[in-house]
Nanobody, 123 residues
Framework: VQLQASGGGLVQAGGSLRLSCEASGRTFSHDPMAWFRQAPGKERAFVAAVTWSGGGTYYEDSVKGRFTISRDNANNLLHLQMNSLKPEDTAIYYC?????????????????WGQGTQVTVSS
C-alpha cells in the first residue's frame, strides 16, 4: 500500500499550488483522508481532512478560506488546492489515510502516510 504525494514546489507569496496524493495497493474510498504539514523545527500539524464521501471537510484555522481539500474516489486521488499562499505555509506536506476510528484532526488517527512533498513560499 502506498500513498504518493506530488505537486509541491517553490512559489511566491500570494501564489497557488495544487497538491495531489495517489493511493495504490488498496482503495481508501470508504476511509477519511487528510493533509498534514511539518515546518522546519516544528512538529507535524493538521492542515485539512475529508470524510470518505467528501461531504465533510475540516480545516486548520490558518488555512480556512485559502485551502480546499477534495477527493476523487473513482481514481484513488486526494487533492489540496492552496491559494493565497504565505511564507508561513512553507513545510513538507504529507497525505494520510486511516482505517481506524478516532479524532480526524489527530495524526495518531492515521495509519497510512505518504512520503511528503515540499512546499516553499517565498516572500
Amino acid at each position: 500500500v502506498q500513498l504518493q504525494a506530488s505537486g509541491g514546489g517553490l512559489v511566491q507569496a500570494g501564489g497557488s499550488l495544487r497538491l495531489s496524493c495517489e493511493a495504490s495497493g488498496r482503495t481508501f474510498s470508504h476511509d477519511p483522508m487528510a493533509w498534514f504539514r511539518q515546518a522546519p523545527g516544528k512538529e507535524r500539524a493538521f492542515v485539512a481532512a475529508v470524510t470518505w464521501s467528501g461531504g465533510g471537510t475540516y480545516y486548520e484555522d490558518s488555512v480556512k478560506g485559502r485551502f480546499t481539500i477534495s477527493r476523487d474516489n473513482a481514481n484513488n486521488l486526494l487533492h489540496l488546492q492552496m491559494n493565497s499562499l504565505k511564507p508561513e505555509d512553507t513545510a513538507i506536506y504529507y497525505c494520510a489515510a486511516t482505517t481506524m476510528s478516532g479524532n480526524i484532526r489527530s495524526q495518531y488517527y492515521y495509519n497510512y502516510w505518504g512520503q511528503g512533498t515540499q512546499v516553499t513560499v517565498s516572500s
